[in-house]
Nanobody
Framework: QVQLVESGGGLVQAGGSLTLSCAAS????????MGWYRQTPGNERELVAT???????NYADSVKGRFTISRDNAKNTVFLQMSSLKPGDTAVYYC?????????WGQGTQVTVSS
């Protein structure tokens, strides 16, 4: 089993910053991809950002230039630095890990941006 534990969510004013962290543990095989997704009530989960083992990143257009994803391979941890936050960024943010065996999700952390 693989466990993903997220932290760092909370309430912030528009224009502010937050950093999310996700630590992976358990029976992890070779990691192919780690990333962050988000979901609001009534909507599908959407990609925010992903990062491959050697650092290749991918971002949703809505967060480019404002969010930065990074990872610590030695600690199987992925981070999401969020700046210039907007009320539209309000969502539950989920960590995702894909290894050679499966696709795993964290429990989610709430990010609320007030106007």
């Amino acid at each position: 089993q693989v466990q993903l534990v997220e932290s760092g969510g909370g309430l912030v004013q528009a224009g502010g910053s937050l950093t999310l962290s996700c630590a992976a543990s358990g029976s992890i095989l070779r990691i192919n991809l780690m990333g962050w997704y988000r979901q609001t009530p009534g909507n599908e989960r959407e990609l925010v950002a992903t990062i491959r083992t050697f650092g290749n990143t991918n971002y949703a257009d809505s967060v480019k230039g404002r969010f930065t994803i990074s990872r610590d391979n030695a600690k199987n941890t992925v981070f999401l630095q969020m700046s210039s936050l907007k009320p539209g960024d309000t969502a539950v943010y989920y960590c995702n890990l894909k290894d050679t065996r499966g696709d795993y999700w964290g429990q989610g952390t709430q990010v609320t941006v007030s106007s």
